[in-house]
T-cell receptor, first 116, second 112 residues
């Protein structure tokens, strides 16, 4: 099956620094990837849809200057949390789907960000 | 507006007993429904989906779900629960495969 990998799985950083999270499709090409944020005991909140070679589409209320998304290739999308603050601490998850099975999302393992 | 409701934060069941995790949805257009499972500090894993056809769909690990259009429900079921089924379960809906709306999740506890 399709495999999506995220790195790092856990990162701790100081307030004011920037953190980059990578999402890779290991055995398929993902023209579209989705970035979610998950708060404790809550559902996944779609942050943005990342399209290869074009700008990401952000959901309402998500600061695109703070959460920079780059989808430079068909197998890699990155989320950079700029000038991170403690309220940005969360579990960030990416996902992708295969064109032949629309709707069957394959999720990365998630990246837990803790901002001190 | 599109939304998913999972009315139970937690479901407790004894091993060997049947389990049900409830999900209702609201969507404009045709609903395409999904169940995912999440283990601690992990991403989500696909369990099953309803796109079209038979209302009863079977998925991974012996789980099944029934699409009920009149009740706008898509409850997840398993005839005999295992301790290893203990996890967080999410129901999701989409009408266009561009945006997926997830429920708040239900924690399933299966006790030996």
């Amino acid at each position: 099956g399709a495999v999506v990998s995220q790195h790092p799985s856990w990162v701790i950083c100081k307030s004011g620094t920037s953190v980059k999270i990578e999402c890779r499709s290991l055995d398929f090409q993902a023209t579209t990837m989705f970035w979610y944020r998950q708060f404790p005991k809550q559902s996944l909140m779609l942050m943005a849809t990342s399209n290869e070679g074009s700008k990401a589409t952000y959901e309402q209320g998500v600061e695109k200057d703070k959460f920079l998304i780059n989808h430079a290739s068909l197998t890699l999308s990155t989320l950079t949390v700029t000038s991170a603050h403690p309220e940005d601490s969360s579990f960030y998850i990416c996902s992708a789907s295969l064109p032949e099975t629309p709707g069957e999302l394959f999720f990365g393992e998630g990246s837990r960000l803790t901002v001190l | 507006a599109q939304s998913v409701a999972q009315p139970e934060d937690q479901v407790n069941v004894a091993e060997g007993n049947p389990l049900t995790v409830k999900c209702t949805y609201s969507v404009s257009g045709n609903p395409y429904l999904f169940w995912y499972v999440q283990y601690p500090n992990r991403g989500l894993q696909f369990l099953l989906k309803y796109i079209t056809g038979d209302n009863l769909v079977k998925g991974s690990y012996g789980f099944e779900a029934e699409f009920n259009k009149s009740q706008t429900s898509f409850h997840l079921k398993k005839p005999s629960a295992l301790v290893s089924d203990s996890a967080l379960y999410f129901c999701a809906v989409t009408s266009n495969f561009n945006k997926f709306y997830f429920g708040s999740g239900t924690k399933l506890n299966v006790k030996p």
